[in-house]
DNA sequence: CCTAAAAGGATAAAAAATGTCTTGTTAGGG
DNA sequence: CCCTAACAAGACATTTTTTATCCTTTTAGG
């Protein structure tokens, strides 16, 4: 269980190889997607997301391609993965109060809760940088 | 993401239920899934599993039903998640070495294993014991 | 205006989750 | 010895999610 998608696997390759490159160096798509062993077209998807949320920056047409959205110091593992992946919940009733219908004091929701607290806590403490470098 | 199934939470409604109970009191499985509302036929599923491995003792024919394995205070949320849901892999690279293909160097692959070791690191510090007390 | 490249939407195939049904096995009681 | 209670096991069906692919649209450069 807990197990990362292909998605997730494919968005932190893709990434990471962004990461690698020489800053302003524009990379087309189809060149990432090769190198990184991921069909094209599924990380199209995954960009496209990254690119709302600002991790990458896009540019269209001829020359373009496209670029880290930040220096890869400031981007977590924790913000590509809940891009793709969805908000970290190991079990419904973390999202909020009330959730848990079944039992008012539900004893295992704080568990959960910790669950969550602690895998945030992990991938919130590794960097593009720190997962680029050689 | 991290998302625990169904599966997984009637797993641990049933068995939570089953350490609330007086010890050497045999529960019926269509009494066990009436009281956690999980269809009797999927629980007995899980249970079967549970028994599998000793986490609960069945007993067949008339006067026959469930008891906890073992005392409640010997029972982790770990097991009984593992048990039903299979082993926390984060990544399928966390289950050994030689299985990141795409690198020798994954950078990854340590991250993943720091974040199975939080995850298990928590749920075995719950028992059913805390779990089922009011 | 032609071509390059990403964006967006619709669709399809495969896998996993969820649940049901039928048959087999074990045990107790008349 | 047979009948019924109860779990065990396996096959099957349904739904949802994952994993793509394709086609059209938009944007930009030359």
Not at 29 to 51: E, G, H, N
Not at 62 to 89: D, H, Q, S, W, Y
């Amino acid at each position: 269980m807990m197990e990362l998608t292909r998605k997730g696997e494919y968005a932190i390759r893709g990434i990471v190889y962004l990461a690698a490159q020489p800053p302003d160096r524009v990379c087309l798509l189809s060149d990432i997607a090769a190198a990184v062993d991921v069909p094209a077209t599924f990380l199209a998807k995954i960009f496209q997301q990254f690119s709302k949320i600002g991790l990458v920056k896009s540019y269209r047409g001829t020359g373009g391609g496209f670029l880290l959205g930040r220096v890869p110091e400031k981007i977590t593992l924790l913000e590509v993965v809940e891009a793709v992946e969805g908000p970290i919940i190991p079990n419904r009733c973390v999202v909020g109060v009330g959730e848990c219908v079944r039992d008012v004091s539900c004893k295992v929701h704080p568990v959960w809760k910790r669950v969550q607290g602690q895998v945030r806590e992990v991938l919130a403490g590794v960097t593009l940088k720190e997962l680029s470098e050689v």
